[in-house]
């Protein structure tokens, strides 16, 4: 089994890392272990990973939010946690958590966790050959990634060929005319020339999709291409999310989930630009009306709504009060002192404008009264 372990305290890191390699029985490796939860995600895009063992409570984040995150990428990952605190079990098995380990950790429900973990792996292993219908998944908010059927990532021969994947992708509801597609991947080339181009990445992109099991993926009708595969995609999940009428927390933290980045952004596709502050922007007001009207918030969910909110639309003064009001609402002083900062940081020094008296005042206000 491959396993990454992520903890805030480096002294449990290393404790739960030499228990791991006394159980001989297993075939473990370590692939990482981290302090930080997100930089965990690097080694994620690149490595294999069965299991990950994660603290429950660390400062910068909460390990929920964080295993909500990892099986919304990697949907088969297991999740362990490891935590000093058991009031968060029920939420922990509701997201389908393997197992939940109270610290210290012993080593008879080590050993349970990874035989069960085991298990699940074996019996994976066991069905996968018949399991023909599963399809790819493309990632497209913020670095653009297409999992094949094994859920390993698919290498692209050139620029091109991945461009023409997703230009096809996000136009397959309609057959695409030959010169249309070499008017926007070849703008610049002269029309036999274009031509060649697009014969030759259509023929890099047949290949790579037949070696994924599509036995026909691109139709050519009349000079007309269309994309024929079935993929699952984020994109689409997040469209869905867009056009329900009422949200909860589960479809919030979805959404939060799914957004990693702008559409394509990495990419800079100009065909992909409207899209991109379309969804944008309906991200930025489905969360906005969130965390203004409905009652009774998660206290945690909403702080990261606002700072999804402030990440997506980094110089949105509405938005930098509506986060400084909430850590003063939680007594938050260290908190509200650093985004008081960031504030002053990014209006004052990146953009040259003051702070607006809202924020002044009620910065002020607070810090009179701790």
Same mark, same amino acid.
């Given at each position: 089994?491959?396993?990454?372990i992520?903890d805030?305290e480096?002294m449990?890191?290393d404790v739960? !890392? ?7 029985q /297993?075939?473990?490796c370590i692939k990482?272990?981290?302090t930080?939860a997100?930089?965990a /995600?690097? #080694?994620? &895009? ?6 990950v ?6 400062? %910068?984040?909460?390990?929920?939010h964080v295993?909500?995150?990892?099986? $919304?990428?990697?949907p %088969?990952?297991?999740i362990?946690?490891? $935590?000093?605190?058991s009031?968060f079990?029920?939420d ?6 393997t ?9 008879n ?16 292993? &066991?069905?996968?050959p018949?399991? &023909? ?9 913020? !670095? ?16 091109k060929?991945?461009e023409?994947?997703l ?7 309609r057959?695409l ?5 070499m ?14 181009? #697009? ?5 890099q992109?047949?290949?790579i999709?037949k070696?994924n099991g599509s036995?026909?993926?691109?139709? #050519? ?14 994109y689409?999940?997040?469209?869905q999310l867009?056009e329900?009428?009422?949200?909860? &927390?589960? !479809? ?7 957004y =990693? ?5 990495e990419e ?5 630009t ?7 922007? !309906?991200?930025l007001?489905?969360?906005e009306m969130?965390?203004?009207?409905a009652?009774?918030l998660?206290p ?13 639309? =980094?110089?949105? =003064?509405q938005?930098? /009060?509506?986060?400084?009001q909430f850590?003063?609402?939680q007594?938050k002083?260290? %908190? ?9 940081q990014?209006l ?10 809202n ?12």
């Open positions: 089994m491959n396993i990454v992520i805030d480096k449990a890191v739960l !890392s030499i228990m791991l390699k006394k159980l001989m /297993f075939s473990v990482g272990t981290y930080n997100m930089d /995600f690097a #080694l994620l &895009e690149k490595e294999r990973v069965d299991v063992f994660l603290d429950m409570e660390m400062i %910068d984040i909460h390990g929920l295993a909500k995150k990892l099986l $919304t990428r990697y %088969d990952l297991q362990i946690f490891v $935590t000093a605190h009031q079990a029920v922990a098995f509701e997201i389908e958590a197992d939940y380990l109270l610290k210290p950790v012993r080593e429900r080590l050993l349970k966790a990874l035989t069960k973990a085991q298990k699940i792996c074996n019996q994976r292993l &066991e069905i996968q018949e399991n &023909e219908k599963l399809t790819m998944y493309a990632h497209t908010f913020g !670095s653009f990634r297409l999992l094949d059927r094994h859920r390993e990532i698919v290498k692209w021969r050139t620029r060929v991945r023409l994947f230009y096809l992708w996000f136009h397959k509801k057959p005319l030959n010169s249309v597609i008017e926007e991947l070849w703008p610049e080339a002269e029309l036999e020339r274009a031509g060649a181009n #697009l014969h030759t990445t259509i023929y992109l047949r290949k999709l070696e036995e026909n993926p691109i139709e #050519l009708v009349n000079n007309h291409y269309q994309l024929n595969v079935e993929i699952n995609s984020d689409e999940d997040l469209m867009l329900r009428e009422h949200h909860d &927390e589960q !479809s919030i933290q979805h959404l939060l989930n799914y =990693e980045g702008d559409f394509l952004v800079e596709y100009p065909w992909a409207q899209m991109q502050l379309r969804l944008k922007q !309906s991200v007001h489905m969360l969130y965390v203004t009207r009652n009774q998660n945690l969910l909403k702080l990261n709504c606002l700072q999804k909110m402030l990440e997506v639309d =980094e110089f949105n =003064e938005y930098m /009060f509506l986060l400084l850590l003063i609402e007594n002083k260290q %908190d509200c002192t650093q985004c008081y900062d960031m504030i002053q990014k004052q020094e990146e953009l040259g404008v003051p702070v607006p008296d924020i002044n005042r009620i910065y002020a206000e607070y810090m009179m009264k701790v």
